[in-house]
């Protein structure tokens, strides 16, 4: 028997992610777009809040159980920037761009450049969920200075892997998967689910 679960995302690459780990455990995934459900807000300070926002929001509004994720990276040199504010670090309209060059010139002066993405993922039964599903991920690496790779997106061509001599750019899909923070979680919560 299939599960209907509605994504709090209209991003079609990440719904497509998502259903790869959760399709095997039941679940039929579909998109708050696809229901004509709205954004909800995220004025929180720490990805789980987020999560919980966005999460809580789309059960309520779709009626059906619901997953969210609020990822970004983190960077302990800027106390923790760009953080929740990953996707508009650089102001508005938001662009991946824009956002790498002010982090590269932000860590210029630092000597510390290590990094790390974070996932947190949220899983509500029902709106009213005393119990969300919780599940989080963390991928460490470090910021340089030139872009390099073209796959990925965010701050993925400057997020250096010392361990493997690429960023995360210069991975292909199904290694990054394997390593990424967000992939971690999305292995995480199928553990608890299952």
């Known amino acids: 028997m299939t599960k209907r679960l509605v994504l709090a995302s209209g991003n079609l690459g990440k719904l497509a992610e998502f259903s790869r780990f959760l399709q095997p455990l039941g679940f039929e995934l579909c998109n708050q777009t696809e229901l004509g459900i709205s954004e909800a807000d995220e004025p929180h300070f720490t990805f789980i809040e987020n999560a919980l926002a966005k999460a809580r929001h789309v059960a309520r509004q779709s009626g059906l159980p619901a997953l969210a994720d609020d990822s970004g990276i983190c960077v302990p040199a800027l106390g923790g920037a760009p953080g929740v504010h990953s996707a508009r670090f650089a102001g508005e309209p938001k662009s991946d761009q824009a956002n790498n060059a002010k982090l590269v010139v932000e860590l210029r002066s630092q000597s ?10 949220v ?37 250096w892997i010392a361990s493997l001599g690429k960023t995360a750019a210069e991975l292909d899909p199904a290694e990054k998967n394997q ?6 979680a999305l292995r ?7």
């Open 179 to 184: 390593l990424s923070h967000r992939g971690q």
């Open 123 to 159: 899983y509500f039964r029902s709106a009213d969920d005393p119990q969300p599903v919780i599940a989080e991920g963390r991928w460490d690496g470090e910021i340089i200075e030139i872009a390099r790779g073209q796959d990925g997106f965010g701050y993925d061509p400057h997020f």
């Open 112 to 121: 510390n450049k290590s990094a790390y993405y974070y996932c947190a993922l």
């Open 188 to 194: 995480q919560l199928v553990a608890k689910l299952a």
